[in-house]
C-alpha cells in the first residue's frame, strides 16, 4: 500500500504561481512512475504531468513550459511548480503513484485561478 497526501493548493490570481506538494508513505520502494493529474467539474480527469523514475518528465501540451514536476527522495515528496497559471488551470490536482501496475491516489488539493 501506497498512501499519498497533497498539499498546497489555493486561490492565485492569473500569471500567479503555486507549488503543490504530495507527501509519499507505506510501501514506496521501486515506484514506477508518479504523477500529477486533474479535474475539473464537469470533465475528464487529464494527466498534467508524470515523471518516470529515473528515465524522464512528460507533460501535457497544456502546461509544458509552465509546469515543472520533481521528486525529493529524502523526503519523499512529490512536487508540481506551476508558473505562469492561467484561469481554465482551475481544478482539482491529484497526486498518483504507480506500483507494479496498480495506481494509488491521494485526495486532491484544489487550485482555483481567478482572472
Known amino acids: 500500500q501506497v498512501q499519498l497526501v497533497e498539499s498546497g493548493g489555493g486561490l492565485v490570481r492569473a500569471g500567479g504561481s503555486l507549488r503543490l506538494s504530495c507527501a509519499a508513505s507505506?510501501?514506496?520502494?521501486?515506484?514506477?512512475?508518479m504523477r500529477w493529474y486533474r479535474q475539473a467539474p464537469g470533465k475528464q480527469r487529464e494527466l498534467v504531468a508524470v515523471?518516470?523514475?529515473?528515465?524522464?518528465?512528460d507533460y501535457a501540451d497544456s502546461v509544458k513550459g509552465r509546469f515543472t514536476i520533481s521528486r525529493d527522495n529524502a523526503k519523499n515528496t512529490l512536487y508540481l511548480q506551476m508558473n505562469s497559471l492561467k484561469p481554465e488551470d482551475t481544478a482539482l490536482y491529484l497526486c498518483?503513484?504507480?506500483?507494479?501496475?496498480?495506481?494509488?491516489w491521494g485526495q486532491g488539493t484544489q487550485v482555483t485561478v481567478s482572472s
Open positions: 498518483a503513484a504507480d506500483k507494479d501496475g496498480v495506481l494509488y
Open positions: 507505506g510501501s514506496i520502494f521501486r515506484l514506477n512512475a
Open positions: 515523471l518516470i523514475i529515473g528515465v524522464r518528465t
